[in-house]
Every structure is written in C-alpha cells, then in structure tokens.
C-alpha cells in the first residue's frame, strides 16, 4: 500500500476502543480512510491504549505512510454525590439543595463535592444535571451550599454530571488523572494531546509546560468561558477542536451551528487545524447507514473548511465502525468534487499576510491555480509552511517533505496534507528532486507535468519560508537547468 494517497483535503479522526483493538480493525480502518487516532484517555487502562498504540505504529510500517495519534484528557468531571435512593424525582418549581454535606442526598438535596463551584456561584447562576435534562436557577448561596429553584425537571440519580455554564470555574483544566495520562501519552510518543474543560489560554500554556514539546496542543472548545476568550486560546493552541456535545449542554442550541462556523473560520485564519467533532453519524453506532441530517452534518463542517472530521462511538464502540470511517470518506469525496464547494472555499478566505512566508505560500496557490501545476511542494522542519499552505485551500494537493516524523505525523491532522518522509537535504536542488520524486511515486504528477516547490534557505532553521520554484517532474530536466 506505500506510495497510495487520499483523493480528498478534509482529514478523517477515528476513536479507538473496544470495537477497533485489533490489528485488522485498525488496519481497515487506516485504509477505509482515517488519517488520525483517537485514545480516549477517559476510557481504557494504560496497559489497553499502549496496545493500541503499538498496533497504529505497526500499521504504519505496514503501510507505509505516517499516521497521527491524538490522547484526548478527560479533564475535571463534576458530578453530584449519591441518593439515598439511588434516583429521585425533582418537579419544575420545587425547592433543592446542593451542600458538600457527604451523607446520601433524597428529594431535597445532595452533596456537590466540588468547593470550587460553591465559590464561583452567584444568585442567578444555572447548573444543569445530566447533560442539561435538568435545570435549576440559585436563589442563594455560600461557600458549602446553593438554594436552587428547579426550572427543568426530571430523575436526577446517582453521581450524574453537573455543567455549570454562567461562570468561569476556578478549577485547572489539568486533573491529577489528566496530569498523570498527559505524561504516559507523552512518553507512549502521541502526537497529539485534547485538552478537555479549556476556559483561558493559562490552561493551554499549563498542559503545554508539562508536555514539554513531545505533544502538540489542542484546546476542545466546550465552555461558554472557552466561546469567549477563544481568541486568546487560540493564540495559545497549535489546534482546535469545536466539541459541540458540551456547548450544546452549556449553551442555547441552537447558537451552536454559527459558533461553530466562527471557530472553524477563525482557526483557519491562524494556520491552527481545526476538528469539528461530537455525534457527526451517532446513528451508525446501531445502524449500518447514517441519517440524511447526519450526513449533511459532516457535508456542512467539509464545506466551512474544518481540517477535520471526527468519529467517537461510531468507530469505538460501535457495530460498524470500518463502514462509519468509508461514510464519512463517501460524503467528503461527493462534497470535494461539487463545484460548490470551491466557490465557498474560496469566499472563504480570510488570511493577513504579513511575513515573507505568507507571501511565499500565497504566490504558490495563485501560481498552481493559473497555471498547469500539479501540486504544491513543501519543505519544512517544523510543518508550518505546510500548514501555512493549507490556510490557502488550494485547488492542488499539497505534498509535505521532511526527514523528521514527529513533524509529518503532527500533519497528519492538517487539510490537504499529503506527508512523505524524505532523506535530509541541505541544497535547494536536492529539495526539488526529492518533491519531484514524491510527486511521481504518489501518482500526483508524471514526468511532463510541473509543480510548485516552497522551502527555506538555509535548511534545516525553523521559519525561514523564503523561496519558491516552479520545476519539471522530470528528474533530469532538474539537472540540466539548475547548475547547483
């Protein structure tokens, strides 16, 4: 299967988990068309997610392509203590009661053993139960209880979630769980780490200490808290990941699908990856086809422009997952040949271009899409010329070269990206005979066709995008019109 390629930009994330631990699932899945795994980290031993990371490493070997592994964090989860009872009834109107009060809770009350809440609370706050079933409105307050009015009703029952969406909580996105899974994820070697419960960028800049450069960082967008400062947390994130399940919890839903449209576009303004993520085919997780909304769910986060798409139950714990990934590929494939689609790529793009690079990557797109390239090549330590490219959306592939994995796996998270590992060049001429090489062996030029070339001299420094060529595919036509 080495020097295959995939015939759509938009990336697909795929879960693991006790549907896909076998190396034949993750196989098949890699070749239905998931580009990234996830490895929830909320579910699983250690000893279960170094497995499956073990079988995506060989699965790469085996197929010859780089592949990216995403640890998602749990974060702090907030949960009411236990019923007397096991479950009680609240009823719109009624009076109750959260304490830190450890004794088991009725009709009346419960504990809430989360003294960060109680200190964050003010009169007129809302706390949802159950992922929002359950609405009550705090009358009164202090640091070990809230009086609450109950707005919504229904069966509240034993150690059910608590979101909080009126308040920023003083409470680290970093539990002690996450801080120890952070660092088994580090040393495993993922490329990727989720940090879940993000409310200020000091979050991000806390898990991008403990990780140390072995991971790069992406925030989930999940909080009103996150909506607000997102400019902040972008700034303080290599990625961004638009987890509509909790803002739909935490926020008006039917506010979620333009948030959604303002992240994705904002992200892609940054250079920064950008998932769209939470419930995208959840009916597969059952049925062998999605529903016409879900598929034209994932039509619609392709046609924003989101990096990526995601999958969770669907490929974890469900009955089909090879067949969810080979959905999300059909629709993906069927959105990128509609003429549409560019139209809306295009009017689309909103980028600043400020640097050298930006003017470099600019002039790439403009040059391959007014003339006959057939892809846009790019040299980089570090990825971010190649991902500065993918901001453009070019109509052609981009194919990204570098000696270094870590930097091609991290891309395989970006649109567009196709990523090739190559020898360690230090002369612009051996660059574009390598590019030239990598075109051919992936089927995206022949000898007669030209491409793009984009890379920094000197090589090897980080950020110095500064040089740009069209050149042949033919290796010996290379030679005989660069004298280097």
């Known amino acids: 299967m080495a020097g295959s390629r995939r015939h759509r930009n938009v990336k697909i994330v795929a879960t693991l988990g006790p549907a896909s631990n076998e190396y034949e699932t993750i196989r098949a899945l890699f070749e239905a068309g998931a580009d990234v795994f996830r490895l929830n980290m909320s579910h699983g031993t250690y000893a279960e997610q170094a497995a499956r990371h073990a079988i995506i490493r060989k699965v790469e ?3 010859g392509r780089p592949i990216a592994i995403l640890a998602d964090l749990q974060g702090p989860k907030l949960r009411v203590g236990t019923f007397a009872n096991g479950a009680e009834e609240l009823v719109e109107g009624a009076s ?3 304490d830190r009060d450890p004794a088991p809770g009725d009709s009346t009350r419960v504990c809430l053993p989360h003294k960060e809440i109680f200190a964050a609370l003010e009169p007129g ?5 159950n992922d929002g079933k359950i609405r009550l409105k705090v009358v009164s307050c202090s640091p070990d209880h809230a009086d609450c009015i109950v707005t919504t009703g229904g069966t509240i029952s034993n150690r059910k979630g608590v979101n909080v969406p009126d308040v920023v909580l003083p409470l680290a996105a970093l539990s002690d769980k996450d801080r120890a ?3 088994f994820a580090c040393e495993l070697g993922v490329d990727w780490l989720a940090l879940s419960f993000v409310q200020r960028p000091e979050d991000v800049e806390e898990a991008r200490g ?7 960082i992406l925030s989930k967008i999940e909080k009103p808290a996150a909506v607000k400062a997102y400019a902040e947390i972008l700034a303080a994130s290599d990625g961004i990941m638009v987890a509509r399940g909790d803002l739909g919890v935490e926020l008006p839903v039917h506010s979620v699908p333009p948030i959604q449209k303002r992240l994705v576009r904002l992200a892609r303004s940054a250079a920064k990856p950008v998932i769209v993520a939470t419930q995208m085919l959840e009916s597969m997780i059952e049925s062998p086809m999605p529903t016409r909304a879900e598929v034209s769910d994932v039509a619609t986060a392709i046609y924003e422009g ?3 798409v995601m999958l969770s139950a ?3 714990a469900g009955q089909y997952p090879v067949e969810a990934v080979m959905t999300m590929d059909s629709v993906a494939r069927s959105v990128e040949a509609d003429p549409t689609y560019r139209e809306v790529i295009e009017a689309s793009r909103r980028v600043s271009r400020t640097t050298v690079a930006d003017g470099i990557v600019a002039a790439a797109r403009e040059i391959a899409e007014a003339t006959d390239i057939h892809a846009i090549c790019c040299f980089s330590q570090s990825g971010t010329t190649a991902s500065l490219v993918a901001r453009e959306r070019p109509s052609v592939p981009i194919i990204a070269l570098t000696p270094i994995p870590s930097t091609l796996r991290r891309l395989c998270l970006t649109w567009g990206v196709h990523c090739v590992v190559t020898p360690s060049v230090d002369r612009f001429k051996q660059a574009v005979v390598q590019a030239a090489r990598a075109a051919r062996e992936y089927g995206f030029a022949d000898t007669d066709d030209q491409i793009v070339v984009t890379a920094g001299v000197p090589f090897n420094v980080k950020g110095t995008t500064n040089i740009l060529r069209v050149a042949p595919c033919d290796e010996r036509l290379i030679y005989r019109t660069d004298p280097e």
């Open 96 to 98: 109750f009661r959260f």
């Open 210 to 216: 403990l990780a140390k450069g072995r991971a790069a």
């Open 314 to 316: 669907e490929s974890a």
């Open 181 to 183: 899974d952070l660092d």
């Open 125 to 129: 706050a809302t706390l949802l139960v």
């Open 306 to 308: 989101a990096d990526a």
């Open 61 to 63: 070997i085996d197929v």
